[in-house]
């Protein structure tokens, strides 16, 4: 056990009071999501207070971690998101969901990019965009504050996103990469939004 995080009884963050004796900033499940929930839906309403061009669920189906076989591949998810055109070409877009991250943790999220327009065949056009945001990552938080001092909000971690995709009429085709950890050469994530 590392000494920074022996606690003593009578210290604030034993298990008694419902936090974690692992981890100094741990939030207690019911109540980590009670407020990643809430944050999501303020931010999705005040989100429609400005004129989105189009709102949007998405599908996450999966990810590949390139060098990395002890991590899961299989992430399902579902998202809510909202799009706004800036300029011709140019989208902002603001989106938040939950998935089964690569660690096991169900992950909820919130991401704010921007994407432009790259390419168009025929009927399918080919943008390139990025993004930041927070998501959940228990386990991932633990071993980077470890190893890199790398501080998290009770296992929120901030994301970083490039993506590339695909947009055939109503339905885009998502393949996002985020910074891999150290065991991992790369990392890829799949996805589909729905416009409606």
């Given at each position: 056990m590392n000494p920074s995080r022996r606690r003593t009884a009578g210290k604030v963050g034993a298990a008694g009071n419902g936090l974690s004796d692992i981890a100094p900033l741990a939030i207690p499940l019911s109540l980590?999501?009670?407020?990643?929930?809430?944050?999501?839906i303020l931010l999705l309403l005040l989100s429609g207070t400005a004129h989105a061009q189009d709102r949007y669920f998405g599908l996450v189906v999966g990810s590949l971690h390139v060098g990395n076989d002890n991590l899961n591949?299989?992430?399902p998810g579902l998202s809510?998101?909202?799009?706004?055109?800036?300029?011709?070409?140019?989208?902002w877009h603001l989106e938040g969901g939950v998935f089964h991250n690569s660690y096991d943790e169900?992950?909820?999220?919130?991401?704010?990019?921007?994407?432009?327009h790259l390419i168009t065949f025929g009927h399918t056009e080919i943008r390139g965009g990025i993004?930041?945001?927070?998501?959940?990552?228990?386990?991932?938080?633990?071993?980077?504050?470890?190893?890199?001092?790398i501080p998290n909000i009770g296992g929120y971690l901030p994301l970083?996103?490039?993506?590339?995709?695909?947009?055939?009429?109503?339905?885009?085709?998502?393949?996002?990469?985020?910074?891999p950890d150290r065991d991992t050469t790369a990392i890829f994530n799949f996805s589909i939004a729905h416009r409606f």
């Open positions: 980590m999501y009670r407020v990643s929930m809430r944050i999501l591949n299989f992430n809510y998101g909202k799009r706004w055109v800036r300029r011709p070409g140019t989208e169900v992950s909820p999220f919130v991401l704010v990019g921007l994407s432009t993004g930041t945001g927070i998501g959940y990552y228990r386990t991932l938080a633990l071993d980077l504050k470890d190893d890199y001092g970083a996103t490039a993506t590339l995709t695909a947009r055939v009429g109503g339905t885009d085709f998502r393949l996002t990469t985020v910074p």
